[in-house]
């Protein structure tokens, strides 16, 4: 048995954004310090610590297979990428049963300014099954979430349209978890064409 799979969290990067307001560019090809920005989101992620590392891919998945170096990761296909989030977060947790894994840490493709320091916080306050933790900024919930396996029946019934997770961590916010992340990261995302600025 390998540490890959004894690692009781594994990371859930959501890339298969087709970048509708973007003019169709796929979030996952936008290129951020010469590579595909889903290359840059998962060397955070592998620099915070996260060993398993599930993309789940959409928009254009064969061209993001292609051009990006995405060694070890679990690529998941989302056929249904086009509903939203909510689809991701399904394929994604789906991808994930069976493993043994007992909390998915959650993070988006789109938001470059969110580094390792903020996953490795989040991923850090991981207890068991029963976690939820979620970065804040300023004290506002933020990316990534760490989402335990007791919450994910849970949050597939009710992971709808680009909510993901949102409905269901609202419901329970009492028992969420808020890492203050704010002096380390920012939560912007890569929406529109002005956002564009914010790749290097």
């Known amino acids: 048995m390998t540490d890959q799979n ?4 594994a990371a ?5 954004g087709g970048g509708r307001r973007l003019g169709g560019r796929p979030k996952a090809l936008l290129e951020h310090r010469g590579r595909p920005l889903v290359e840059h989101a ?5 620099a915070a610590g996260c060993t398993r590392v599930h993309v789940v891919l959409g928009a254009r998945a064969d061209a993001v297979r292609d051009r990006a170096e995405l060694p070890g990761c679990v690529l998941v296909d989302n056929a249904e990428w086009e509903r939203g989030m909510g689809s991701s977060l399904r394929a994604g947790l789906d991808s994930l049963a069976g493993t043994g ?3 998915a840490l959650v993070s988006l493709v789109d938001q470059p300014g969110i580094g390792p320091e903020a996953v490795a916080r989040v991923l850090a306050a991981y207890t068991d099954e029963s976690s939820l933790v979620s970065a804040a900024y300023d004290g506002v919930r933020g990316h990534p979430v760490l989402l335990g396996a007791g919450h994910w029946a ?8 680009d909510r993901g997770a949102r409905a269901y961590v609202k419901e329970h916010a009492a028992a969420v978890r808020l890492v203050e ?4 990261a920012r939560p912007y995302d890569i929406d529109t064409a002005a956002d564009l600025s914010h790749l290097e």
Not at 12 to 16: G, M, N, R, S, Y
Not at 154 to 161: D, F, L
């Open 6 to 9: 004894q690692a009781p969290v």
């Open 42 to 46: 998962v060397a955070v992620l592998r």
């Open 12 to 16: 859930l990067l959501l890339a298969a």
């Open 154 to 161: 849970g949050i597939t019934a009710t992971a709808t349209g």
């Open 101 to 103: 894994v007992r909390a």
């Open 181 to 184: 992340c704010g002096d380390v």
